[in-house]
């Protein structure tokens, strides 16, 4: 994986990205536990891999289960702090170094934190107007995500 030293945002990526985190300011549980809610459809697996969920029951119905609005708040945590200055995660590495270990621990394959990324990607596109999205908006997002996984699995 990319080192954060050559992960660097440029000045209009994290102000393109300041832009959508303001939309998603108001409802952001609601955008954390629908990022979870299709993460957890999206790859059945996971029923398996949270101690919590249920595979007698749906995603959506998981998500009154206070162990997911627990995680969803979590994730949601750790993406906004990072989102407000990507090219200063660095300052969150004391927080966030036992992180990667404890999902590495829990067995969490590396991979499903890059699915993880394409849910938040869709939510994202789904609260922006269409004509306030863009490529480069796309590309600010994968690579802000990339950061935060560098983050959370190193
Ligand atoms: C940015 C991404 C992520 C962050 C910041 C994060 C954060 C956390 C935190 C803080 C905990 C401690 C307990 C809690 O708050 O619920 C935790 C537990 C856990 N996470 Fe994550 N997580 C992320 C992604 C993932 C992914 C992609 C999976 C894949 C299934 C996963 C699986 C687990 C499991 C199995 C536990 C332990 C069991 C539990 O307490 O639910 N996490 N995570």
């Known amino acids: 994986m990319a080192t954060l030293e050559s992960m660097q ?35 059945p697996e996971t ?4 101690p919590w969920a249920d595979a ?17 708040k979590s994730i949601g ?11 200063g995660v660095k300052k969150h590495e004391p927080k966030l170094s036992s992180l990667g ?15 993880l990324g394409g849910c938040i990607l869709t939510q994202v596109v789904k609260r922006v107007s269409e004509a306030k999205w863009s490529e480069e908006k796309k590309e600010a997002w994968l690579k ?3 950061i935060i996984t560098v983050m959370v699995t190193e």
């Open 9 to 43: 945002v440029s000045e209009e990526q994290q102000s393109l990205i300041m832009e959508d985190v303001q939309v998603l300011l108001p409802n952001y549980d609601d955008f954390v536990e629908d990022v979870l809610q299709q993460f957890m459809e999206e790859n």
């Open 47 to 50: 029923f398996q891999i949270f």
């Open 56 to 72: 007698s029951k749906t995603a959506k119905e998981m998500r009154s289960h206070p162990r997911f609005k627990s995680h969803a």
């Open 77 to 87: 945590k750790v993406i906004s702090d990072c989102l407000v200055d990507l090219n």
């Open 101 to 115: 270990a404890m999902h590495t621990k829990k067995k969490v394959p590396t991979e499903l934190f890059g699915k």
């Open 144 to 146: 802000a995500y990339g």
